[in-house]
Nanobody, 115 residues
């Protein structure tokens, strides 16, 4: 079993910054990929950013140049630095990890950007 604990969400004004963290724990040898998704009210969940164990990062077009994903593999932790936040970034953000053929999700953390 794998547990994901997210932190760092909150309320921020437009133009501000937040940093999300997600720590994975449980019985596994290594994590293949880590990422962040988000879901706004009435919309489908969408990929925000992903970082595989040995490849390049991947970002949604809407966040390129503003968000940065990183990981600390030794601590099984993934981060999402969010700068220049916009009201349209308001959503519940979910951490996700892929371990071999299984995908695990965090409980979600609310990010609200006021105009």
């Amino acid at each position: 079993q794998v547990q994901l604990v997210e932190s760092g969400g909150g309320l921020v004004q437009a133009g501000g910054s937040l940093r999300l963290s997600c720590a994975a724990s449980g019985s596994f040898f290594s994590i293949d990929a880590m990422g962040w998704y988000r879901q706004a009210p009435g919309k489908q969940r969408e990929l925000v950013a992903a970082i595989p164990s040995g490849g390049s990062t991947n970002y949604a077009d809407s966040v390129k140049g503003r968000f940065t994903i990183s990981r600390d593999s030794a601590k099984n932790t993934v981060f999402l630095q969010m700068n220049s936040l916009k009201p349209e970034d308001t959503a519940v953000y979910y951490c996700s990890v892929r371990i071999r053929w299984s995908v695990y999700w965090g409980q979600g953390t609310q990010v609200t950007v006021s105009s």
